[in-house]
């Protein structure tokens, strides 16, 4: 079988991968919107203390603050009650695990070496795949059916030579994931510019008009409503890291770029131990990730 018919993307990967990068990326939604939603309901309710519309016997701006502090408060009950951030974190460390399982076993890597007859091998998949699904079980719900079958396109991959493996794993596995790297650091590296710029002629706003105030041509006070938008955009930023992702990003990007050459020459008594360090590569990245936000790479067991 040519290597161009053989392929191992997302879509082939075990059930459980799907399951966890399913849960993972609805914990995200609700823990961006939910953050999104409390900076909101904060900024407006800053708003509405800096302005005043009576009508009747009624502060109509006082009723934005209200409504704004009721949103703010929901979304704080929501963000804390059943924090979405850890079920994002748990979720994605769990796909991302067996996501290098199953490149490793496609591939014939440490531990899944070519020489274990196929059902030692399967059998070995299976337990580390059970493993990774009793770890991550509080935020991942079983998929239906068999999640830790290896699929046909593993199988297929598995079964090919090692020059086919080689050409598969460095086309789809390194070669894509370092263009994501490549693409998200750049993607990062514009994102905390932009926000940093708005940030800082927010805070230039905010001192111009509190020295037209104190000159006394200005008369409505926007500084709570400034220092709302500011603090909201800090969080925002403290949540994305998008600082801290363009370094991560970037340096592994670097480190995949320079793992292609050791790839490309590798021997098949080396293959196996090459890929096992590309694929601690990719790992070390996903685990500085984890533990910049959270103590979920402790229960994963990186």
């Given at each position: ?89 748990l979720a994605r460390a769990g796909a991302e695990s067996v996501k ?63 020059a086919q493996q080689r050409e598969v794993y460095l086309r789809d ?130």
């Open positions: 079988m040519p290597a161009d018919s053989l392929r191992l993307d997302d879509a082939e990967l075990p059930g459980f991968f799907h399951a966890a990068d399913t849960a993972s990326l609805r914990g995200q939604r609700t823990a961006l919107w939910g953050n999104r939603i409390r900076s909101a309901g904060a900024v407006a309710a800053a708003i509405g203390g800096a302005f005043t519309l009576v009508v009747g016997e009624f502060d109509l701006w006082a009723l934005v603050t209200l409504f704004g502090f009721i949103t703010a408060i929901g979304a704080e009950l929501v963000l804390g009650v059943r924090p979405p951030e850890r079920k994002w974190y290098t399982l199953s490149w490793r076993y496609a591939v014939c890597a440490d531990p899944f070496f070519v020489d274990l007859p196929p059902g030692d091998a399967e059998n070995l998949f299976r337990k580390r795949v059970g493993q990774v699904a009793r770890q991550v079980s509080e935020a991942v719900a079983p998929p239906q059916g068999d999640g830790a079958a290896p699929s046909e396109a593993m199988e297929a991959l598995r079964a090919a030579t090692t596995r390194t070669r894509a994931q370092r263009d994501w790297y490549s693409r998200k650091a750049t993607s990062n590296a514009r994102a905390s510019f932009a926000w940093r710029a708005t940030l800082v002629g927010a805070e230039l706003v905010a001192i111009a008009l509190a020295a037209l105030r104190f000159a006394g041509l200005w008369d409505i006070d926007l500084a709570g409503v400034l220092a709302a938008f500011i603090g909201a955009g800090a969080a925002w930023l403290a949540l994305k890291q998008h600082t801290t992702l363009e370094s991560a990003y970037s340096l592994t990007a670097s480190e995949l770029q320079k793992q292609d050459a050791t790839l490309t020459s590798a021997t098949e008594r080396e293959w196996a131990a090459v890929v096992a360090d590309a694929e601690e590569a990719i790992s070390r990245e996903h685990t500085m990730w984890l533990a910049s936000r959270s103590d979920v790479n402790e229960q994963i067991g990186k």
